[in-house]
């Protein structure tokens, strides 16, 4: 089993055709989806204001320098697979399987999850609309924009870029109009309105709150990576994973805090509601609350549109990372196969997953569909830790090496491997806080604690189960990683650069051209 090697032979590429347009558009708003737009409900409910905004800033931040860590990575090392062929490379190959297989597994179940959500949102309009054929006519949809490959997937995602900056621009407006008494509809007296609101419920739940919240928040946060594997389709991967790294923070605090701050200043969980909303998300609430019925509908109705972008994201995501591990000996061979310039078959087990949502609507499917979803859990921890630790190891080979750190890194991350160690110390407590959060939840009728780890159980069978088998080591040895092949590499795709605006054809010709020179 060949873990760094190339892809089976008579494979073709995927195609580089994503521009950097379509890029800086995904890494604005790609993968926002339930986790802000539905999962803030019950953090809210349990952790209130300040614990809800306080853990998506302090994890918005660990995912911004993680992502610069990804970028220094890439830039340095541009791969197929990205982040958790980093694992292979620089952890272990027995990590880098367990990584990969997380990875993929975390966004299978993630399409199922954002398909339900989408189906509990356009109940919000009618309850009796008939569920198998909504979850199938949205499992078309998604058929639909991945079929003609990764340029329309990139245009596709454009479109709802717009769409969700849209909403959460508009939600910010009407928030500060809400706040300032300007909406006649609004019959609240002031002082259950702004920061009056945080005198009495600020901090619910105490500590157990916040680190609901916080588990909340690492969900809400996850697929930001993904960039990563989107890179490896555009025709410029160095160029624009710099550019993701400037581009994230702005996403984090305009798309991100700044509505979250908004949302707990006019927004306040009915005393006789449900912790979970059922689908309707606390923006739309928030306007029913503000009595603008109107606006809560047409809110509704983009916020559907944001999810479905996830649930499209996690299409590629999945299928991709698929692709990319079955191509270096990870996974069944029929996985890596490309055709049409697609992971075709990747692609057909993705869909066949999806149907799983179907799951959910039949009798205890809500059980089924929890304990499917708990494979999930603890995954996107896991990947931001990998990358970072990643980061570290690369530069502390550079210096065990003896190399010239700055001839050998094209871009660095602007907070070095302390901010990786800042990031992994953030992530570990997120981890810590899923399993206390479920320990000590005061939900009604809280989670089995195995649901809480099953993710995490997944990651270390996973592991382990590599270890025993192929025998493989606890790390790779600082001395061991192939400094000069990654150097050879970043030098050869650095230069591609000044192609960024060429057809992707010239690319692909270009990207031969420097292959056929090293053979």
């Not at 849209?166 to 002031?190: M, N, Q």
Request: aromatic fraction near 12%; hydrophobic fraction near 55%.
């Amino acid at each position: 089993m060949d873990l760094t090697g190339a892809a089976p032979p008579g494979d073709a590429s995927l195609q580089k055709v994503i521009t950097t347009r379509q890029f800086v558009f995904m890494a604005l708003s790609s993968s926002i989806g339930a986790g802000l737009f539905i999962a803030t409900y019950p953090s809210l409910a349990i952790g209130g204001p300040i614990s809800l905004f306080l853990s998506f800033a302090i994890v918005g931040i660990a995912v911004w320098i993680t992502m610069c860590a990804l970028g220094e990575l890439s830039v340095a090392f541009p791969i197929s697979g990205s982040f958790y062929e980093y694992s292979v490379r620089f952890i272990s190959p027995a990590w880098g399987f367990a990584m990969g297989w997380n990875y993929a597994i975390n966004f299978l179940f993630i399409v199922v999850f954002e398909l339900v959500v989408i189906l509990q949102c356009v109940q919000y309009w009618d309850t009796r609309m008939p569920a198998y054929g909504l979850l199938l006519l949205f499992i078309a949809g998604l058929i639909l924009v991945n079929a003609f490959g990764a340029r329309w997937y990139a245009e596709a995602e454009n479109v709802f870029a717009i769409c969700k900056m849209s909403v959460l621009t508009a939600f910010i407006i009407v928030a500060i109009l809400i706040v300032s008494k300007a909406i006649p509809t609004d019959s609240r007296p002031v002082e259950e309105l702004g920061f009056n609101r945080w005198k009495s419920d600020a901090f619910k739940n105490g500590p157990i709150g916040f680190m609901y919240a916080f588990m909340a928040a690492g969900m809400a946060y996850g697929g930001t990576e993904m960039l990563g594997i989107t890179a490896a389709e555009c025709e410029s991967p160095q160029k624009v994973m710099r550019l993701a790294c400037t581009i994230v923070p702005v996403r984090v605090v305009w798309l991100y805090l700044v509505p979250i701050l908004m949302l707990g200043l006019v927004f306040k969980v009915p005393s006789d509601a449900s912790i979970y909303s059922g689908g309707i998300s606390p923006f739309v609430a928030a306007m029913d609350q503000a009595g603008i019925p109107i606006l809560a509908s047409a809110f509704n109705g983009i916020i559907i549109v944001a999810i479905f972008s996830m649930a499209n994201a996690s299409v590629f995501a999945s299928s991709r990372a698929l692709q990319a591990i079955s191509a270096r000996g990870m996974g069944p061979s029929l996985f890596a196969k490309i055709k049409w310039g697609h992971p075709i078959w990747a692609l057909v087990l993705v869909f066949l997953v999806s149907l799983l949502s179907l799951v959910k609507i039949a009798e205890d499917g809500d059980k089924v569909f929890d304990w499917l979803l708990a494979l999930a859990a603890g995954s996107n921890y896991f990947t931001w830790m990998s990358i970072c630790v990643c980061h570290i190891r690369l530069r502390m080979a550079i210096w065990r090496s003896g190399s010239d750190e700055d001839d050998m890194l094209k871009w660095k991350s602007p907070l070095g491997i302390v901010g990786s160690v800042v990031a992994i110390i953030i992530f570990i407590f997120g981890l810590s806080a899923q399993v206390v959060a479920t320990v000590k939840s005061p939900l009604p009728k809280p989670p089995h604690i195995l649901a809480s780890i099953l993710g995490i159980i997944v990651v270390f069978v996973c592991w382990a189960g590599y270890m025993i088998v192929r025998r493989g080591a606890l790390w790779i040895p600082l001395d061991q990683i192939d400094l000069k092949v990654k150097v050879e590499e970043s030098d050869a795709s650095f230069h591609e650069d000044h192609d960024v605006e060429m057809g992707s054809e010239r690319v692909a010709m270009r990207s031969n051209e420097i292959t056929n020179a090293y053979k």
